[in-house]
């Protein structure tokens, strides 16, 4: 016997309806935004996801050496790749620059509820702009995915500009030593110890995380211009710092009811794209983590797909069996999904097989059917049957009723 790696998990065909059907709708929402998909290679140089991917993603990345010696990793997130791309790549096209990505990610935790160590991003990135408008619109756009889906949720909203400022005004200049800082912060750590050990004063810093009103510029002007339907969904929270090292500005993570981790996070990341050797392109993205979002959703009870219309086509003899091709292809241009028996099965266990599939309509064709051009069409969910003409079949799924997709009637 062998069995999965840890923290991986192999998706049945129900599992994949359930994931194909959120992915579907989060893609519909990206893209009535108008961003365009983009896709990287899994794994990346090393060095490239080291660069400025924060301590802890550091820490956990899949590292391995090819056979031609060289140091890859399996991608841990999408931005510092798509940040490679676009200084080497799409530099020139017009902007801002709309991507987004539904993909595989891997990180080496440790497995816990709503923790894998592969997982899905479906994320965006919008890149060429640091005006408040961009940073608005992601965070709504994060808005409008979980409103479509059906969740209670809320965005908590920060800005690490003025946890930077701060800490260069208490003499913590050294970009490193704040990257450590602010993920130490991220993780509930110690920090005013930390700092003090350091012989730096964290006064300043506990005084920023302890006023209440909203202080800061960007994060009161995102919240004035956003839709009141998503700001109402903002809290302010100026200790949220995320565990990345290359953002600049406002950051937020998104939270549903019923799940205590993040569903999505995201921020401003205005130097990465320099950093890669491009241009000076300051952006804003987020990632949803779909695995999470799926959790939430399947417990919540909140996805319900309509009836997909299906159907088995059944030969009740050797005879029969051509022209049973021939109906299948009809029904399926017609949009119904539509599978030949191919078992050679009597007729009940055929029609057993169906119902336990949840095959609606079984079209039985013997040769009495052959003979007059016509087919026994059987209703498992009404429990009616009626024989009817070959030509006549469009008709007759046509007037089953709507709550049925059935995609080209
Ligand atoms: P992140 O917060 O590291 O951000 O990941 C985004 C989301 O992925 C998290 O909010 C969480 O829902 C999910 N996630 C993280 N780790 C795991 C795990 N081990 N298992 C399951 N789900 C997980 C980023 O990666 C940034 N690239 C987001 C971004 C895009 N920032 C700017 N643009």
Redesign the pocket.
Known sequence: MFRRPKGTRDFLPEDMKFRRHIEKTIRKVFESYSYEEILTPTFEYFDLIAEKSGEEIRRSVYVFEDKGGRTLALRP???APIARVIANELRSRPKPLRLYYITNVF?Y?EPQR???RE?W?A?V?LVGSSRVESDVEVISLGCEVLETLGFKYYVKLGDVSEIRNVLSEIGVTDEREQNLILSMIDRGGDYSSYLESKGFDPRALNELFSTREVNTEKIRQVLNLMEDKFSDRVIVDLKLS???DYYTGLVF?FYVEGLDV??????R?DKLIETFGGPRLPAV?????L??IELAAKERNLISESEVMKAIVIPLSEKCVKKSFEISSALRELGIITELEVMGRKLNKSLSYASEKGIRFALILGEKELESNTITVKDLKKGEQEEIELGKLKKYFKSITRDTVCTSL
């Open positions: 997130e999408m931005t990180r935790e709503g923790r894998w997982f991003h994320g990135e995320r565990g990345l993570e993040a569903v999505g996070g995201g921020g990341y993205g987020l990632a949803f983590g695995d999470r």
